[in-house]
């Protein structure tokens, strides 16, 4: 899969990605840390490599493992991660698409900083497609999927009450998972696919805000009855209130808390 739109988020402890392209350079000077050691890739299917190997690093810029001003060698990935240089270079043209690192003259590829206009930039994208999928997939959706939904949306705010977040990260990415699929829609899946790991990083800190969880139960209801009315433009509306209400949980928690 190519990615043609450049997406910005790492979306936990923000308040420390906080460096621009100016930015980079100075940080890089002054870095004096160990590198991030990668542990060896074991493979069931070969053909997966340059997926793993892009996973794999960006994961660790998203997660901090690797630091704005770090720089990636590529020649040491390789080595650590057993695989050839090749599917490392791949990868690392993808992370340059998604701007998560940046190509400078004598230095090597650097990995990039993060702004909070980055941030918001990447949020009004995803409140677009997922409103837009919403719309297209009421006209489309069938029975079955909508009772996965109702089940889904239940087993969600069930395992997030008994404090198994990362069960209920994973249920909410099935749920929207049934939506983007409904709608039939191929390329439109695949720029939502493209932030499925952000989405992730992003509901798991959106959902710490206290009352949350509750309001995400209720909007997904509210999203399902539109999907079962066939009512494209109150799936629309309903997707909107949803993901707008989360964007505003994860700003406060990622940037007023402090």
Not at 56 to 70: C, H, S, V, W
Not at 115 to 126: G, Q, S
Not at 170 to 175: P, R, S, T
Not at 207 to 232: C, F, M, Q, V
Request: net charge positive.
């Amino acid at each position: 899969m190519e990615y043609g739109i450049p997406y910005f988020l790492a979306f936990i402890s923000f308040k420390n990605y906080n460096c621009d392209a100016s930015d980079i350079n100075k940080s890089f000077k002054r870095s004096k840390k160990v590198a991030h050691q990668f542990s060896p890739i074991k493979f069931d299917d070969m053909g997966h490599i340059r997926d793993s190997v892009f996973s794999i690093l960006r994961n660790a810029i998203l997660d901090k493992k690797l630091e704005p001003g770090q720089r990636l060698v590529e020649r040491n990935i390789a080595e650590q991660l057993g695989v050839s240089r090749t599917p490392v270079r791949e990868a690392i043209r993808k992370l340059e698409l998604e701007r998560l690192v940046t190509h400078i003259p004598r230095k090597g590829v650097i990995v990039s900083g993060f702004t909070k206009a980055d941030i918001v930039e990447i949020l009004l994208i995803r409140t677009s497609l997922e409103a837009l999928i919403c719309n297209i997939a009421a006209i489309k959706i069938k029975p079955r999927e909508l009772e996965r939904l109702d089940l889904l949306a239940m087993q969600i705010s069930d395992e997030h009450r008994k404090g198994n977040f990362k069960k209920s990260n994973q249920l909410n990415d099935k749920f929207h998972e049934i939506i983007y699929r409904a709608a039939e829609s191929p390329r439109l899946y695949d720029f939502l696919d493209t932030l499925r790991e952000y989405i992730a990083k992003f509901t798991q800190v959106a959902y710490s805000k206290p009352g949350r969880p509750e309001e995400a139960w209720e909007e997904h209801k509210t999203i399902i009855e539109a999907l079962r009315n066939h009512d494209s433009s109150g799936a629309d509306a309903a997707a909107k209130r949803h993901v707008e209400n989360s964007n505003k949980a994860f700003l406060e928690m990622a940037f007023e808390q402090r």
